[in-house]
């Protein structure tokens, strides 16, 4: 079973809100960081690293260009069409530093429908040392994931104003780590709403995930993703109908029943209109 992120680190949650980037109108004035370093990685491995520190800095270590776009439109890499073959094969090292005082501190839970001032700015980059252009386009009918409430019930637990989450995370946070001392990946989250742990999702699946859960406020949950071997359909615990029928989900079993058996959610495959970002323009940037 394939377990994701493999090959890069994301250390901010990158694609916790898919799609939501470009559903928004940009603002007047362009933001941008004060100092870039844009590098080729010649290494030749295949692993990379991408993530925010703090005090506004970010960095991308042997990225591909396609993996930067990733992380700054917060969307899925299918997403992305069209541009040369080296958007994929080159790598390269990002660094960049927002100008002191630029970005404020978060003051509460993520807001799914607002990009956040730290991916403007890599977008900005992008478009400034990459001189990348493109357009958006919507496609119908594309294969997609509705995450729903199990038959059984939610088993979220709502977030409590002044307790910590878990391991200790503050509110409005996510993140994916390994499971100690086993196979496997945790999925965490503090104080966060259904969409943006639909937008995890959506990492580990490869594909949109909608919420329809219709499920408001914010909770907690550590969601343990166990390795489970390739099945032709996923028995329902104690017997009955298939959980999932879904090629996706045959192929990696592990998401869907630690959904169903530790949050009482269920993917439903399903299909809907989704956007791409289609490359109209694109250059390698000149080393500095």
């Known amino acids: 079973m394939r377990l994701l992120p493999t090959k890069a680190t994301l250390c901010i949650g990158v694609l916790a809100t898919i799609g939501s980037l470009w559903s928004q109108t940009p603002p ?36 591909s260009l396609k993996s930067l776009i990733v992380q700054a439109y917060r969307i899925l890499d299918f997403q992305v069409s069209g541009g040369p073959s080296w958007i994929e094969g080159d790598r390269f090292d990002v660094e960049a530093r927002a100008e002191p005082g630029s970005i404020s501190a978060a003051t509460g839970p ?50 409590v104003e002044g307790r910590p989450g878990p391991d200790g995370m503050r509110p409005g946070s996510m993140r994916t780590r390994p499971l100690t001392g086993q196979p496997g990946l945790e999925i965490l989250g503090s104080g966060v709403n259904i969409a943006v742990l639909a937008g995890m999702i959506a990492v580990q699946v490869g594909r ?36 999932a029928s879904d090629p996706v989900l045959q192929a990696n079993p592990a998401i869907a029943r630690a959904l169903q058996e530790q949050l009482g959610l269920r993917l439903d495959s399903t299909r809907g209109a989704v956007e791409f970002l289609i490359i109209d323009s694109v250059q390698k940037p000149s080393e500095n």
């Open 110 to 159: 993520p807001d799914p429908n607002r990009p956040d001032t730290m991916s403007l700015m890599i977008q900005s980059l992008l478009e400034d040392r990459f001189q990348l252009k493109l357009h958006k386009e919507t496609r119908e009918e594309v294969p997609v994931f509705a995450l729903v409430i199990d038959k059984g019930g939610a088993k979220l637990e709502a977030s």
């Open 208 to 243: 949109p995930v909608i919420d329809k859960t219709n499920l408001s406020g914010m909770f907690d949950f550590s969601l343990k993703v166990l390795p489970q071997p390739r099945v032709p359909a996923l028995p329902e615990p104690g017997g009955g109908q298939p959980l």
């Open 28 to 63: 007047a004035q362009k933001l941008s960081f004060e100092v870039t370093s844009v590098k080729p990685n010649k290494s030749g491995s295949d692993g990379s690293r991408l993530g925010i520190r703090p005090n506004g800095y970010f960095f991308a270590t042997n990225a």
